[in-house]
């Protein structure tokens, strides 16, 4: 950072650099937002530039969306391209944005080279403008050093830093130029973050920041379910939905009833729209992976049996997409983020954390224990699923309780993890068997034999392993939660 006044040095004075000349452009922006700035406080940004059309910045560093491109073209138009708000929707929650604020940048641009030509890194010298009409409201400088550290060229740009710094150039963290231009409002936290939680606080707290912690998680990936380029987007949204109704029934000695089953039974259509996209993702890559084990010609044939499970799983994406460009689903980030911020805990809730919350944490795992205690020597397919299904609501349980439970708690988490885990792999292997059976009209015999064998074999390892999975956990459990 520097005052709108600065002057840079002469860079090829520093020892090793050679500055190459200036490239000066103009650019004209206009950044939007919702009235609150809610996609600025996320750590994204929606600008419209003059002469290049809409940029959207999904955040930078450790702030915004995750498991999806940053950033964003659309073309130039009058008005916020639709492709543009979507991406934003989980920001947003579908409120209108208007501009918010409107900025002239004066740029130059520097390669820096060393002295036999090689490229060590490239300096942007902006002088910021802000207009309010055609009054200028403010100036800033922001200087940005980028070195390409190659074969020690990193020494030569640390040189370039110092000289900066001599010059009156001042370190500063790297903030939007939208952050910086608009100051506090724009650098306040989002809608949802999750307090840090201790032993001594009350329970109200904890359950405040496990149910923040799964919005912002869901908000998070919002823009990776909808850009679709990366399966984990999917992933963590599904896991989100799951963990927050897995929490709204742990917690629910301490909560409003009728506004847990309200909050519950909203999820549950997002969660099962996002498990029938992620479940086929799970299955296609499964089945994939199988088929690379095959010969040249018998892959061929599996790969036409596996056309019809990506055009399942594309109709499946198509209805979850369709689902959260609704009103519907802005609806329930509305009440999700209310929720986040204000859960409807009964009196009882302000009573100690520690004291409160591992019981109720505690249940789940005596139905687990219960449930296996049941099982014969040989169960059946669908009693190990149910055991999966039982230990990730004990899995999730424990953790949602770890920061106010004893150390033992979340070692144990991991333990009961791995029969969930181990659960699942046989799980999905019954799973991929029972598919490839049902598309065996459509796949030469002897390569569906060879797919059913490979996962029947994963499968049966599975089965054979969840014993001791199950006695890690045994080991694992605390002889006290408090």
Known sequence: MAGPRYHAPDLGAVEGVVAGPAAATRVRATYYDTADLRILRWGG??????????????????????HVEREHR???????????????????????????????????????????????????????????????????????????????????????????????????????????AIGAPANAPPDVAAPRVSRHDSA??????????????????????????????????????????????????????VWTEHLRDQLREIAALLGAVRDADVLLGRLRSAAGSLSIAEQAAAGSALEALQRDRDRARIDLLAWMRSRRYTALLDDLVAAANDPHTSSEASGDAAVLLPPLAAGPWRKLRRLVRQLGPDPEDAELHQVRIRAKRARYAAEAVTPVARHAVAGFADAVAGVQEVLGEHHDAVVAEAWLRRAGDTTDPMVLGELVGLQRAAAAAARAAWPRAWKAAQRAHPRSWT
Do not use: Y
């Not at 940004?45 to 995750?66: D, I, K, Q």
């Not at 070195?147 to 790297?174: F, I, K, Q």
């Open 204 to 257: 109200a707290v904890a359950v405040r920041a496990a149910i923040a912690a799964s919005v912002s998680r869901l908000i998070l990936h919002d823009a990776a379910v909808r850009d679709g380029s990366d399966p984990e987007g999917v992933h963590q949204a599904r896991v989100a939905t799951r963990r927050l109704r897995s929490d709204l029934r742990t917690f629910l000695p301490l909560l409003d009833p």
């Open 45 to 66: 940004e929606l600008r419209l530039e003059a002469g290049h059309g809409w940029f959207v910045s999904l955040g930078t560093g450790e702030r915004g969306a995750l």
């Open 74 to 180: 659309f073309a130039a138009s009058p008005t916020v391209p639709a492709g543009a708000l979507d991406l934003l929707t989980g920001f947003t929650r579908g409120a209108a944005c208007k501009p918010v604020l409107h900025t002239r940048t004066d740029r130059h641009d520097v390669g820096l080279a060393s002295a036999e030509g090689a490229l060590i890194g490239r300096l942007r010298d902006d002088l910021v403008t802000v207009m309010e009409g055609r009054r200028i409201a403010a100036r800033f400088r922001e200087i940005v050093a980028t070195g390409v550290g190659v074969n020690g060229e990193g020494t030569a740009m640390g040189a370039v830093v110092a000289a900066l710094c001599d010059s009156g150039a001042v370190p500063a963290h790297l903030a939007p130029t939208a952050v910086r």
